[in-house]
């Protein structure tokens, strides 16, 4: 889900949140992921972050703050790259050299974004030119690019990326959570 041209921050963030109820509504579960609840328990302090899987008491703990950093990136990733997007890379490059400097909620992100100055349209062209040799020439960004950076990864529960279909959250397998032909569910039951 990505902000549109034609959207003001504030109608991308509404229309984020209003699809993020609908999804919670339905039961989706958005941002449950393993590594993701380690690293809010890291942030936490907990010393026992990389002991955490899915059965661990911590882990219930610490998945609604989990959740809501993965939803604030999710909104940051969807932002207008061509008004965002230096922000963006500043972030990842800041994370990459040690610092988090990411929001952790949705709020946060959208104040974020609200705030930031943009550059001048001739500062963000001289960042996008290709300078090594090139002529000058500006670089070619092409669908897998964009994929790339604003891509969505949903992870079953062993944390595998789901590519193909759906994924059952307890099982793995092909269908989705709570289907009737999932051997986890049969055996819970029984």
Known sequence: FYQTKQDSLHQYYLKFKDLVDALDHYGA????????????????????ADDIDYDHPSFKLYLPAAKERFLALRFLRGADRAKYGDLVIELDNDYAKG??????????????????KAKKANERQNTNTNTS???????KVTDKDDE????????????????????????GGNHYKGDPTCPKLNTDNN
């Open 133 to 139: 040799g090139g002529g000058g020439q500006k670089d």
């Open 29 to 48: 579960e958005v941002g449950v992921n393993l590594s993701l609840v380690r690293h809010a328990a890291e942030l936490n302090g907990d010393k026992y």
């Open 148 to 171: 790339d950076i604003h891509g969505v990864v949903f992870v079953n529960k062993e944390g595998k990326p789901i590519k193909n279909g759906v994924s059952c959250y307890d099982c």
């Open 99 to 116: 610092s988090d400097h990411y929001p952790a909620t949705v709020a946060a992100a959208y104040t974020l974004l609200s705030r930031r």
